[in-house]
């Protein structure tokens, strides 16, 4: 039998393979619903077809003594990575949740390829794709755009996005890259600019960390960020953060219509990011609530990955993105206010180099001892207690095997002992909602997606019914005394 061939994985790369761990499996999990059924023999052929185009998906991650590397699978089976599973007669929502809390909280096999495809019947009329990749193969733009590679415009084609190099000819919206880099992209101007500088000289900095340092060129500002993350609190104890068990819920809600979402947003002067954030924080504060939990006060912190690779290296596998921290202010009672505070805090990151950072650290992680990995990997999950990720999709219609896409939702994985993964989502004209939780932590995430609407609603209430000055934000002691009531007290 021949040796099968090997090639040295990235530290950052062995960094991810390192820490998957019972309680928190890495791996990025999609569901994918369609109103139409797909054949398993086609979706087999489409995954060999676009999918294994990238060779990295025939590889199995190693971890040894003396550092991690992909070795090829000689007996690659593609039977064993995209299979079929069959749920009750016209099984709905709840269902399919369950399935998916299952599969999120299930290893992928070590001595094969780690990543698989579940073709879900009975879901509905149609049909659901739920896919399960470690984190060590790419992070999740580049393997949304993989995704993507695989889906058409129409049912029977032509593909929707391709890889063939394409002349740009206008501005980044004439781009569809564009639409799946994290809207913290324009926000953190100094870190894209830094990180794609690394990543474009080939710096290698998931290899040599150090280099992240040298290369940053920003000794004072750098240092400074240092410290602070250095002597950074934990944020406030809630229920949501704890030791994590190995059983996981997850659920996601009904969609909003992404022009009421922009409409809104410019109304309040607020980025759209900025919107779905304050309605994320007032959902999870509105849950506490429910509980008899404390919210004054209270702070819950954030693990925000921030993509580092320029545009045009998107399609490219392997994970080279930061993280930074942003503060959600689950203890403002009023909507209005709640928003501009998370506006602010936002554009407090503006010239942050946490991902920077965060990227050298992880670099750290995978290159060092794995003592050494368990130190910094707690060090930084102590400070937070969710991992949120917000990922702008096309919003035109796509087709997968001959199957109109018609919702999608994903998680990334929560590392440490973080319980709590929130995702956001637009696609095709809507936004979605999306909690993984910790079972023993958050049995019940659907009582958290579900106040997600409502959320919304009260922020477009004490819009509509408050006067406007001619300048500046609205102010939120108008909103709430043009409504009558509070609007944080309308039922969710």
Known sequence: MPVSKRERMSAVDTAWLRMDRPANRMMICGVLMFGDRIALARLRALVAERFLVFRRFRDIPVEAATGSYWR????????????????????????????????????????????????VRNYRHGCAVIVRIHHCYADGIALVRVMLSMTDAGADGPPAMPFERRER????????????????????????????????????????????????????????????????DEDSPTRFKGTPGVAKRVAWADPLPLDEVKTLGRALGASINDLLLACVTGALRSYLLEHGDRVGGVTLRALVPV???????????????????????????????????????????????????ALGLLAAMGAGPKILQETLLVALARNATAVMTN????????????A??????????QSGDIGL??????????????????????????????????????????????????????DPAVAEKAIGIRPDRIRA
């Open 391 to 402: 990922v702008p999709g096309p919003q035109t219609p796509l087709w997968l095997a001959g």
């Open 169 to 232: 000819t206008g501005g980044p919206h004439d781009d569809p890259l564009a639409e799946l880099i994290s809207p913290l992209t324009g926000v953190l101007k100094s870190a894209r600019r830094i990180g794609g500088i690394l990543i474009d000289k080939g710096a290698g900095i998931w290899n040599d960390p150090a280099q992240a340092v040298a290369l940053a060129e920003q000794g004072t500002a750098l240092t400074a960020e240092i410290a602070k993350l250095a002597l950074m």
């Open 72 to 119: 090829a699978d000689d007996r690659f089976d593609i039977a064993k990575h995209v299979l079929a599973v069959r749920l009750d007669a016209d099984a709905g929502d709840a269902e399919l949740q369950a399935l998916a809390s299952k599969l999120l909280a299930t290893p992928l096999p070590r001595e094969r390829p780690m990543w698989q495809f579940h073709l």
């Open 421 to 474: 993964g929130v995702s956001i989502l637009s696609y095709d004209g809507a936004v979605r909602f999306g909690i993984a939780a910790d079972r023993g932590l958050c049995p019940d995430p659907h009582r958290v997606s579900g106040r997600f609407a409502a959320e919304f609603e009260k922020l477009l209430l004490a819009t509509l019914m408050s006067p406007w000055p001619r300048e500046g934000d609205l």
């Open 404 to 413: 109109r896409l018609d919702g999608l939702m994903f998680w990334v994985p």
């Open 307 to 357: 993509n580092l690779r320029p545009l045009d290296k998107a399609y490219r596998l392997g994970n080279q993105f930061g993280l930074v921290f942003l503060d959600l202010p689950i203890g403002i009672e009023n909507p209005i206010e709640r928003l501009y505070a998370v506006r602010a805090n936002m554009a407090a990151l503006k010239d942050s180099f946490q991902p920077v950072l």
